[in-house]
T-cell receptor, first 113, second 117 residues
Framework: DAGITQSPRHKVTETGTPVTLRCHQT?????MYWYRQDPGHGLRLIHY???????DKGEVSDGYSVSRSKTEDFLLTLESATSSQTSVYFCAIRGLSGANVLTFGAGSRLTVL | AQKITQTQPGMFVQEKEAVTLDCTYD???????LFWYKQPSSGEMIFLIYQGSYDQQNATEGRYSLNFQKARKSANLVISASQLGDSAMYFCAMRDPYEGGSYIPTFGRGTSLIVHP
């Protein structure tokens, strides 16, 4: 969907290095989310944001931090990547396709060696 | 404890047949919403259908319908006249009640559907 983009789409990094994933929206939607997807676990919420500088933790937030300094960008940072953070990361926004619907980005595949 | 339970890791269906994907949920709040998403092998998450807890009728979107049974806390997805392109992972999700303005959707672990020709 052109309204939400994630970057990078693919990244390979080494254990202990910092990684930042970016989620960008072209609208002014208030709610943004970061999920990770792992086989057998579905999608699990890492962090979410309900406005500029307003963020909160999800169920798997350990090892992750987020920032939202402007409405259109929601950044997910792994301060020191570990192999357990190898995953596919999805950003989502609420309201792009209906008030109750989450619209997802294309996903970012992260491999931590 | 899981809020969303999808008990079928994998399902098979013959092309043109109907299939039901199961989803049960757990919440004590009277106001909530239920979703189904499709994830084909290409990886994108595609919204299919939404049901609000106060909606009187079951939601339908083309070949997709949501069989909502509130007393049983189930929100099964029914796909009629299956097509080969329906082969995908399907995720059931629920949005938590609003708490301080937050809106937290929780996902199940998914069901893999394979449609045979």
């Amino acid at each position: 969907d052109a309204g939400i983009t994630q970057s990078p789409r693919h990244k390979v990094t080494e254990t202990g290095t910092p990684v930042t994933l970016r989620c960008h929206q072209t609208e002014n939607h208030r709610y943004m989310y970061w999920y990770r997807q792992d086989p057998g676990h579905g999608l699990r919420l890492i962090h979410y944001s309900y406005g500029v500088k307003d963020t909160d933790k999800g169920e798997v937030s350990d090892g992750y931090s987020v920032s939202r300094s402007k409405t259109e960008d929601f950044l997910l940072t792994l301060e020191s990547a570990t192999s357990s953070q190898t995953s596919v990361y999805f950003c989502a926004i609420r309201g792009l396709s209906g008030a109750n619907v989450l619209t997802f980005g294309a996903g970012s595949r992260l491999t931590v060696l | 404890a899981q809020k969303i339970t999808q008990t079928q890791p994998g399902m098979f269906v013959q092309e043109k047949e109907a299939v039901t994907l199961d989803c049960t949920y757990d919440t004590s709040d009277p106001s909530y919403g239920l979703f189904w998403y499709k994830q084909p092998s290409s990886g994108e998450m595609i919204f299919l259908i939404y049901q609000g807890s106060y909606d009187q009728q079951n939601a339908t979107e083309g070949r997709y319908s949501l069989n909502f049974q509130k007393a049983r806390k189930s929100a099964n997805l029914v796909i009629s006249a299956s097509q080969l392109g329906d082969s995908a992972m399907y995720f059931c999700a629920m949005r938590d009640p609003y708490e301080g303005g937050s809106y937290i959707p929780t996902f199940g672990r998914g069901t893999s559907l394979i449609v045979h020709p």
